[in-house]
Nanobody, 131 residues
Framework: QLQLVESGGGLVQPGGSLRLACTASGSTLDYYAIGWFRQAPGKEREGVSCLSDNDGSTGYSDSVKGRFTISGDFAKGTVYLQMNSLKPEDTAVYYC????????????????????????WGQGTQVTVSS
């Protein structure tokens, strides 16, 4: 059974950078897409970015496009989210999740990601952007 664990969160000043990692165990990531989501207090979970093993497609929400970069090595079971030029509004718990046979889309408020379609959710990692 696929299990995902997020790591790399922390406290950073505005304009700073963090790199999150999503590490898989229990199963390979063959034919999966990994989605990164975030949830701020009092807000709904929103899609942030996506990387698909099926065709290498990527996707970003409009709010992070140009600042965040997703990458990964599916054979090694790890997907990264490099976050640059962080803003206070990026503060949230960040989660990764998996969906088999999914091809990523780009743009929009949620990078085309529907949280209800994804599974194997990790426990989340807190990102706080504050001076």
């Amino acid at each position: 059974q696929l299990q995902l664990v997020e790591s790399g969160g922390g406290l950073v000043q505005p304009g700073g950078s963090l790199r999150l990692a999503c590490t898989a165990s229990g199963s390979t990531l063959d034919y999966y897409a990994i989605g990164w989501f975030r949830q701020a207090p009092g807000k709904e979970r929103e899609g942030v970015s996506c990387l698909s093993d099926n065709d290498g497609s990527t996707g970003y929400s409009d709010s992070v496009k140009g600042r965040f970069t997703i990458s990964g090595d599916f054979a090694k079971g790890t997907v990264y989210l490099q976050m640059n030029s962080l803003k206070p509004e990026d503060t949230a718990v960040y989660y990764c999740a998996a969906l088999k046979y999914y091809y990523c889309e780009n743009g929009g408020s949620n990078a085309g990601l529907k949280a209800a379609d994804f599974g194997s959710w990790g426990q989340g990692t807190q990102v706080t952007v504050s001076s």
